[in-house]
């Protein structure tokens, strides 16, 4: 590959994932609301690159994709904000109930999530300055990371099959989903990566994949849900207006 491509391709993994996510806050912004998206999501990406910076300080891979991973915390942080500041009105905190241990992933306060965060980077920093040096225990935390990663659409899969609809989750969203991890295989193979980034990124693309079908087979109207909180709030706007 050229020098100058071979350039140009970085800065492409380095830039493009992290600017996915910018039409999908503009529409959550827009709409007041983060119907459709799965916060989960940003649960994955911010977990898997947390620990990916990890894996990079024990086994140095290209450094276009440790800059990624900076990119992608930092863009997560801010849609993960933008998600509880518009959360739905069914979400699990505004009824008042979680079913997940400890609520997992579905507090009320975005402090919280922070904090979960900051405990995370402090264990991973305290187990690495442990054992660091393990081969095995550098190994691991890259299969961790990036097994972690190749999950990321499988919660939009999940919400999309419950939902019976792609509502609230952008096509471009989508489309970077499918092309970029397209391009992230390729440039793997062809930047012979670890052999973690290969078997992770072919897995990743093949749920795209999946999600690309329910697209087609769903399409993007409204679920019930929300058709039902558009009803709550006339019936309200009905009562004060009486």
Known sequence: MPSWLSTLASIGMAVGPP????????????????????????AILLIANITRCFFWLGDPFEFALLIQSILMILAQLALLYICILY???????????????????????????????????????????ILGRSELFVSLLGFVALGLESTLPIPQLISNYRQRSLYGFRMSTLVGWAGGDSFKMVYFFIQNSPLQFKVCAVFQLSVDCAIVIQRWLYGNAPPATALLADDDELEEALALAS
Do not use: H, M
Request: proline share 4%; net charge positive; aromatic share 14%.
């Open 87 to 129: 959360r739905p009105r069914i979400s699990p905190e505004n009824l008042g109930g979680s079913t997940r241990p400890l609520s997992f992933w579905q507090w009320y306060s975005y402090t919280q999530y922070i904090e979960f965060l900051a405990g995370l980077i402090l264990c991973q920093a305290i187990l690495f300055l």
């Open 19 to 42: 600017l996915v996510y910018v039409d999908q806050a503009v529409s959550i912004i827009r709409k007041k609301d983060s119907t459709g998206f799965s916060r989960d999501v940003c």
